[in-house]
C-alpha cells in the first residue's frame, strides 16, 4: 500500500474534513511504482510526524493527488465499504425518488456528500429505467464492479450506463469509455422535465435541448 506523507501544516485540512488533496501539500509518496502508477490506488495519508491521517485514493495524474475515503484508522477500504456507502446513498435519495414525476432525472448518488468522491448516479423512469454513472476519478472507476453490483441490487432497477465526460476522464488519467454496465442503454431521447419546462435529453450523453 502507498503511503502519503502530508507536509507540516497541511494535515489541517484534512481533520477539517477537506477530501480533496493537492499535489503542493504532499512531502512524498513511498511505494512500489507500479501501485504509484495505478490510478485510484489504496494510500495512507500521513502528517509530517508519521501519525495516521486517513485512507484515500491516489491518483498521480490528477491535479487532485489524493482523494479522502476515511479518517478512521480501523476502516479498511473494500467490497463491504464501497456498497455499504452505495446503500446508504441510495437510500438518502429513496424518497426524493419516490416523490419524482414521470420525466424528472432523480441523483441517486452524489459523490463526496455521500463518501464516494467523484461518483455521480442519476435515475430516471424509476425501478424499470435507468440509473445513469459517471466514474470521474480513479479511486471510484478502480471500485466499479462493487458499484454497480450494489446499484442493481439495491434499487432493482436492471440497467445500468456509464456516461463518460472526456475531459474528466482524460484529466484523471482514465480510459474515455462509455456503455452498459448492466441490461440494455437507454433510448436516444427521452423528455425530461426541469421547473416545468420540458427538454429532450439523451441518458446516454447527457446533452439536452428545449423544445421550442
Known amino acids: ?3 502519503i506523507t502530508i ?3 497541511k494535515e489541517k485540512s484534512i481533520l477539517a474534513g477537506e477530501p ?11 511505494g512500489r511504482n507500479s501501485e504509484k502508477m495505478k490510478p485510484g490506488a489504496t494510500a495512507i495519508v500521513q502528517s509530517s510526524a508519521r501519525t495516521f491521517l486517513a485512507r484515500a485514493a491516489y491518483n498521480s495524474r490528477s491535479q ?12 479498511p477500504i473494500d467490497h463491504a465499504l464501497i456498497k455499504r456507502r452505495v446503500k446508504l446513498a441510495l437510500e438518502k435519495s429513496a424518497p426524493a425518488a419516490a416523490r419524482a414525476r414521470p420525466g424528472l432525472v432523480v441523483r441517486r448518488v452524489n459523490a463526496e456528500a455521500d463518501g464516494l468522491p467523484g461518483l455521480l448516479v442519476d435515475g430516471y423512469g424509476g425501478k424499470d429505467g435507468y440509473l445513469i454513472c459517471e466514474f470521474q476519478a480513479g ?3 478502480a471500485w466499479k464492479v462493487p458499484i454497480v453490483q450494489a446499484l442493481l441490487a439495491e434499487t432493482g432497477c436492471p440497467n445500468v450506463w456509464e456516461r463518460a465526460d472526456d475531459l474528466v476522464r482524460k484529466g484523471e488519467g482514465l480510459p474515455v469509455t462509455s456503455g ?9 431521447q427521452v423528455i425530461v422535465n426541469e421547473g416545468g419546462v420540458q427538454f429532450s435529453l439523451d441518458l446516454k450523453t447527457g ?3 428545449r423544445f421550442r
Not at 452498459?180 to 436516444?188: F, S
Request: aromatic fraction near 6%; avoid cysteine; proline fraction near 5%.
Open 1 to 3: 500500500m502507498l503511503i
Open 7 to 9: 507536509k507540516q501544516g
Open 20 to 30: 480533496w488533496i493537492y499535489a503542493s501539500a504532499i512531502e512524498r509518496v513511498e
Open 64 to 75: 487532485i493527488r489524493a482523494r479522502v475515503w476515511t479518517l478512521d484508522e480501523a476502516q
Open 139 to 141: 479511486g471510484v472507476d
Open 180 to 188: 452498459a454496465l448492466a441490461g440494455d442503454e437507454p433510448p436516444d
Open 207 to 209: 446533452h439536452k435541448s
